[in-house]
T-cell receptor, first 114, second 115 residues
Framework: DTGVSQDPRHKITKRGQNVTFRCDPI?????LYWYRQTLGQGPEFLTY????????KSRLLSDRFSAERPKGSFSTLEIQRTEQGDSAMYLC????????????FGEGSRLTVL | AQSVTQLGSHVSVSEGALVLLRCNYS??????LFWYVQYPNQGLQLLLK??????LVKGINGFEAEFKKSETSFHLTKPSAHMSDAAEYFC?????????????FGKGTKLSVIP
């Protein structure tokens, strides 16, 4: 049983660089979510996909952030022109349809912006 | 809008003692409520959930939680703490209506178990 996998697990970058994170959900799950977690905080919702359609976006997702889920399988989250405030753990989760809130999380991708 | 407040960012209990982690929510519509657990270097894992029906819900590893609408609470309990329960616990609320799928999480409570 393969769970949700995220890559890379850790990314250190310099301010102003672009970074991309990849998420592979559980194969039969049609829903995919991105969350962000900073130290001392709970996960904060960023965006949600149902199959390939991006149905919901948080106001936290500024225009420097873009997420895609081509063909409804894996997803990518790109951050352009990174800022130090982008340093966080980026969490991906997936869920089967019809089970609101029952998310299966990956281990996260930790971003450090120097 | 919905929100979650977890009282106590850090709770310590002795092994074998009662575990009580507090969660209060705010929601303008009937909520779906969840507890997630995060062990060190692992992803969040669903512990239990309340959607409708019985207000006392049981989860994995002997945990349970009771939905109290009048108190807007969903506290997590376990009768006897085990060393393996040391982790961070997050309470979360979801909108029960159609059209929104996001979970709103609390800030988390780190549980330490003292031998």
């Amino acid at each position: 049983d393969t769970g949700v996998s995220q890559d890379p697990r850790h990314k250190i970058t310099k301010r102003g660089q672009n970074v991309t994170f990849r998420c592979d959900p559980i194969s039969e799950h049609n829903r995919l979510y991105w969350y962000r977690q900073t130290l001392g905080q709970g996960p904060e919702f960023l965006t949600y996909f149902q199959n390939e359609a991006q149905l919901e976006k948080s106001r936290l997702l500024s225009d420097r952030f873009s997420a895609e889920r081509p063909k409804g399988s894996f997803s990518t989250l790109e951050i352009q022109r990174t800022e130090q405030g982008d340093s966080a753990m980026y969490l991906c989760a997936s869920s089967p349809g019809g089970r609101t809130g029952e998310l299966f999380f990956g281990e996260g991708s930790r971003l450090t912006v120097l | 809008a919905q929100s979650v407040t977890q009282l106590g960012s850090h709770v310590s209990v002795s092994e074998g003692a009662l575990v009580l982690l507090r969660c209060n929510y705010s929601s303008s519509v009937p909520p779906y409520l969840f507890w997630y657990v995060q062990y060190p270097n692992q992803g969040l894992q669903l512990l239990l959930k309340y959607t409708t029906g019985a207000t006392l819900v049981k989860g994995i590893n002997g945990f349970e939680a009771e939905f109290k609408k009048s108190e807007t609470s969903f506290h997590l309990t376990k009768p006897s703490a085990h060393m393996s329960d040391a982790a961070e616990y997050f309470c979360a609320v979801a909108y029960s209506g159609a059209g929104s799928y996001q979970l709103t999480f609390g800030k988390g409570t780190k549980l330490s178990v003292i031998p």
